[in-house]
């Protein structure tokens, strides 16, 4: 790709002074050399120009030949200066300067509102990205911020992965991503794009099949690069001259008639003298249109077959679309501890020390509890909330804890397992965990983690003893800093999807969506909440049981998310379009390959579940 480069127009004084002159149509240029240092027979011969004759001097010679001389003349790009003639260069032959190192127009009062306290100038990103990068490669930011990058990647057609520590920082990007509307821009390797393309270049439009691929690029606006060379070697320029000649030299001959005159086609005034008599004010109308059509339609075609500069900021939009963001993902790392090593690998503190480490781990579990005691256990809806009435430390191996809670004016017990500060709960854990509480007599077993392997999903009984896996806030890391008030949802139990597999036409299949499987304080039993609690759920149709791949989406929930996104993207949505995702039944689809499908679900909470299906 090219050097960036801007427009010219934005210092009209700096035109005015590089192009000091305006020629009959109001165009500024400057006088060029029209020879060359060094001449041979084809060059050193002489020209008669408005009657007047030209050659270079000594050993220098003109840039082009006789032909091409020839249609300088006809395209009007000679001037007589002193005893020779030069080259007219126009302000719009390449009305562009190379972008500089320092950046005056990224400074104060250029910048967007932020939403961030370090948030980057939106322009200073798309100015790199645009120089450094073609559509469709990845770009990285490893310091997420607001998502700024992210955003002008998504605007520019690149594909972006952007990293933070922050969980604030995470929010605001997505939602500022989700939010944000983008131009619809023409794409090169499209139906629309061979049209636009032909129109700019004057040429037939191309034939060949189209596949919608973005690393071909937009169609963009370009500025025309004319060299001496570009008019010397263009053919049109004579025919264009012979076809307006055939007006211009009837006009031409009625006017001298009429005003007694034998003016050539150079010394044809440009405005009309008051005196002259009306025929002659309307020949010499009628002349100067004709030339100023002539000289129109030579520009065109001197533009059109001259070299271009692309201007990569400029693509052509289709104003009759608007594009939102592509798919994307927000993963997220298991909890991970950070440890010094010295230059030979080995530890650097006290981690080793066993008693310093037992009672960093019995800090934390007492934070937890302290913290779980008073937020307690909240599930989807506000009215399945466990408050326990008292949360005292037990003497187990993995039980640490003993919960009691009302149940329908009874009081039941549940031991409660506390998972690594660092690290994922595993399905084993829960069996010895669940193990351990049966033994002891619990009515319930609540594991509080971070995260849970995705073996442990589909864990939710062992015996009569029934296991909630509530995740934990990741604001509990913040440990002593963190203010609790109660009022945060700090442990959330979040079931698996409740879905029925469906045949279809044509050995195809469907999923439909009943709702989330969650525990019921009130009774003590699993049972399917309705599909109002789902803002939106996933499908990937064929599961490699490695990554999830969305191949199928759908939002569902109580409130109105048509009427939501109309808000947002400020424009009318296609309705019928929209109903199709807005549904707890998916499109039929092919068996899966890899025999399993995985489906994704997310609640109005932000939390999210995923469960793998067999299907044969």
Avoid at 265 to 285: G, S, T
Wanted: hydrophobic share 35%; proline share 4%; charged share 30%.
């Amino acid at each position: 790709m090219g050097v960036l480069q801007s427009l010219l127009k934005d210092d009209p004084n700096q035109i005015e002074t590089e192009y000091p002159n305006l020629d009959s149509l109001g165009r500024r240029y400057q006088l060029g050399d029209l020879t060359s240092r060094t001449g041979g027979i084809t060059t050193q011969f002489a020209i008669e120009f408005q009657s007047e004759k030209y050659k270079p001097s000594g050993n220098r010679g003109w840039r082009t030949n006789e032909k091409g001389i020839e249609k300088l003349i006809k395209s009007n790009r000679i001037e007589a200066s002193g005893n020779m003639i030069r080259f007219k260069r126009f302000f719009e032959d390449n009305p562009l300067i190379t972008i500089q190192n320092v950046w005056y127009d990224t400074g104060l009062g250029f910048g967007q509102t932020k939403i961030y306290v370090v948030q980057t100038n939106e322009k200073v990103i798309e100015r790199c990205i645009l120089m450094a990068s073609d559509t469709g490669d990845l770009v990285i930011d490893p310091t997420c911020g607001s998502g700024t990058t992210a955003c002008v990647a998504e605007q520019w057609g690149r594909r972006w992965i952007t990293i933070d520590t922050s969980r604030v920082s995470l929010a605001l990007a997505r939602a500022r991503i989700m939010g944000a509307r983008f131009p619809y821009y023409i794409l090169a390797d499209s139906r629309n794009g061979q049209l636009k393309e032909a129109e700019l270049s004057r040429k037939v439009p191309s034939e060949s099949p189209t596949y919608g691929n973005i690393r071909q690029g937009f169609v963009y606006e370009r500025v025309p690069h004319i060299m001496l060379k570009s008019i010397a070697n263009n053919a049109e320029i004579d025919v264009i001259w012979e076809k307006f000649q055939e007006m211009l030299e009837p006009l031409r001959a009625k006017l001298n008639n009429t005003l007694d005159k034998d003016w050539e086609e150079w010394e044809i005034p440009r405005e009309v003298n008051e005196n002259w008599p009306e025929d002659a004010k309307k020949l010499h109308a009628e002349w100067w249109k004709e030339r100023i059509a002539r000289q129109k339609e030579m520009d065109a075609s001197i533009s059109a077959n001259s070299d271009f500069e692309y201007l990569y900021d400029k693509p052509y939009e289709d104003k009759s679309k608007v594009r939102v963001a592509g798919p994307f993902t927000v993963e997220s790392l298991s909890p991970h501890h950070v440890y010094n090593l010295d230059e030979n690998d080995e530890l650097i503190g006290n981690t080793s020390d066993d008693v310093d480490k037992y009672e960093d781990e019995r800090d934390f579990v007492q934070i937890i509890l302290e913290n779980l005691k008073i937020s307690g256990v909240q599930q989807a809806h506000k009215e399945d909330h466990i408050a326990f009435t008292a949360l005292t430390p037990w003497p187990g191996d993995l039980i640490c804890a003993e919960g009691h809670y009302e149940e329908s004016s009874k009081e039941k017990r549940a031991g409660i397992f506390i998972g690594p500060e660092f690290g994922t709960v595993s399905r084993p854990d829960l069996v010895e965990a669940t193990r351990e509480a049966a033994d002891a007599g619990f009515d319930v077993l609540i594991a509080c983690a971070f995260n849970y392997d995705a073996h442990s999903s589909e864990f939710n009984k062992l015996g009569r003893i029934p296991i909630l896996k509530a995740r934990m806030n990741a604001d509990l890391h913040m440990a002593d800093d963190l203010k609790n008030t109660g009022k945060g949802n700090l442990f959330v139990i979040f079931g698996e999807p409740d879905i029925d597999i469906m045949d279809a036409p044509n050995n195809q299949i469907e999923v439909k969506v009943n709702g989330v499987d969650v525990f019921d304080p009130g009774t003590g039993e699993v049972r399917s909440d309705n599909a109002d609690g789902i803002a939106c759920w996933f499908i990937d149709t064929n599961y490699n049981e490695e990554s999830f791949f969305v191949r199928q989406a759908y939002f569902l929930g109580a409130n109105d998310p048509y009427k939501s996104l109309k808000t947002t993207l400020k424009a009318e949505i296609n309705k019928e379009a929209w109903e199709t995702l807005y549904s707890d039944t998916s499109r039929p689809f092919d068996m899966p390959e890899t025999g399993r499908i995985a489906v994704k679900v997310i609640n109005h909470l932000g939390d999210e579940v995923m469960k793998v299906f067999r299907v044969s």
